[in-house]
């Protein structure tokens, strides 16, 4: 139940004429003590005005970048027009020592029409290939990243992956010396001769590293790509 302060002051009076004790009094009016101490104080601090009821103050959203944060955000990509959302938020961090994630500088410049939009080609996936592939070096899928690793810089990262990457669906006692044999090639020759592809480049620019990722199954169906 909300009092106005004309009640509250009243019943500040009572209290303070009152022949029975604070609690007492307050039980036969039935006013919580926390709430009449509350308006108590409020009352000797500021006297009747006090006991007004006062707008509460809209409250902070957790996640929201302050009017400064926001406007220095823009401000610096603005500068650095050719800066990604990413590289605008480790350079914010860096200049300002402000925390500002990769996620919240694109939506802030998407909201302020500052993202150029990309031309997509719409594509229906299938569920096999177009043309399967029936020996190594036939169909390759790659991506590149663009990512910082702190105390060295910005590097791309280039996946390369070779879509004929097979394990043999024999018992470990048939298999024949030519299967394994095209095992070899397939999982351990491949990789071989890709590196051996790019390593000078990498030897030239005096940078870069080669990481082979596979996934491991039972031995038996994983030993030629053990052996890289």
Known sequence: MRYAAAEKL???????????????????????????????DRYRSHDAEGLEDRTPAPRRVWNKLPTAVTQAVLDLALRESALSPRELAVSFVDQRRYFVSEASVYRLLKAHDLITSPAFILMKAADTFAHPTSAPN?????????????????????????????????PFLEIAEEDFDFQLKVNTYGPFFCTQ?????MAERGAGTIIFIARFGKPKRSRAVRGI
């Open 10 to 40: 009243e019943i500040i009076r009572l209290v303070e004429q009152s022949s029975l004790s604070v609690r007492r009094t307050l039980a036969q009016l039935g006013i919580p003590r926390s709430t009449f101490y509350c308006w108590y």
């Open 138 to 170: 036939q169909l390759w899928q790659t991506d590149f990243t663009y990512l910082r690793v702190i105390g060295w810089g910005w590097f791309y990262l280039s996946t390369v992956l070779d879509d004929f990457s097979r394990y043999l669906r024999k």
């Open 197 to 201: 592809a790019v390593v000078g480049g």
